[in-house]
């Protein structure tokens, strides 16, 4: 299949020819809802910790008469059904969440987003993006230029530096290069802008 090239000022300069394995793949949601809920369990800390009934610096004296007051028995105030009690089951600060993604089944639930992209025309091509000064206001003009708005994630085959400390103070965009994309970017962000160069890297990655 072949994809639509533009230049920085959003005219159409000329075709470039893909894979259909990479973007041109049938779209599959269970897979793509899988990879992304891995890529997100993967990231987390698992460091979170809640006290038991054990570690809760209360008094273990018996609060209040067993018979005689109405109210239901209780032992200690650290008990679980009571406020400031410690938990029931509690998280110890060493789970483990990650979840085990095959490699043939990363690489597929990614082209099947970029194919969905693709599909959707929220995958624009260009020929390259550089910026001549760490200036916000060039990266902008630039990605206003191409006749996108919102929120948008560039892909590059490589980044300078002018270029990343341009994109640093714009919230809504987000620069990385081919080899940092991932599924939750790609499927969190409503346009995805690649250059020539990254789409072949991200072929050679992927195909």
Not at 20 to 43: P, W
Not at 84 to 89: A, E, N, Q, V
Not at 174 to 188: G, K, M, T
């Amino acid at each position: 299949m072949e994809l639509k090239v533009i230049d920085v000022k959003g005219q159409a300069a000329t075709n470039l020819s893909v894979s259909d394995e990479v973007f041109g793949r049938e779209y599959n949601e269970d897979l793509v809802h899988q990879l992304v809920t891995a890529y997100q369990a993967n990231a987390r800390a698992g460091n979170s910790k809640q006290k038991s009934r054990c570690e809760i610096a209360k008094s273990t004296r018996k609060p209040f008469a067993q018979k005689g007051t109405g109210r239901a028995r209780a032992g200690m105030a650290s008990s679980p059904l009571w406020r400031g009690g410690g938990k029931i089951f509690p998280n110890t600060g060493e789970e483990n969440y990650t979840q085990k993604v095959n490699r043939k089944m990363y690489r597929a639930g990614f082209a099947a987003i970029l194919s969905r992209l693709v599909s959707e025309d929220r995958l624009v091509v260009i020929e390259d993006l550089t910026v001549d000064a760490p200036k916000t206001k060039l990266l902008a003009d630039k990605i206003k230029g191409l006749g996108i708005a919102g929120r948008v994630l560039v892909i590059t085959d490589s980044m300078d530096e002018n270029l990343y400390l341009s994109s640093r103070n714009l919230p809504n965009v987000l620069v990385l290069e081919a080899y940092q994309a991932d599924p939750v970017s790609l499927v969190r962000f409503p346009s995805v802008v690649v250059t020539r160069g990254a789409v072949a890297k991200i072929e050679e990655m992927f195909a």
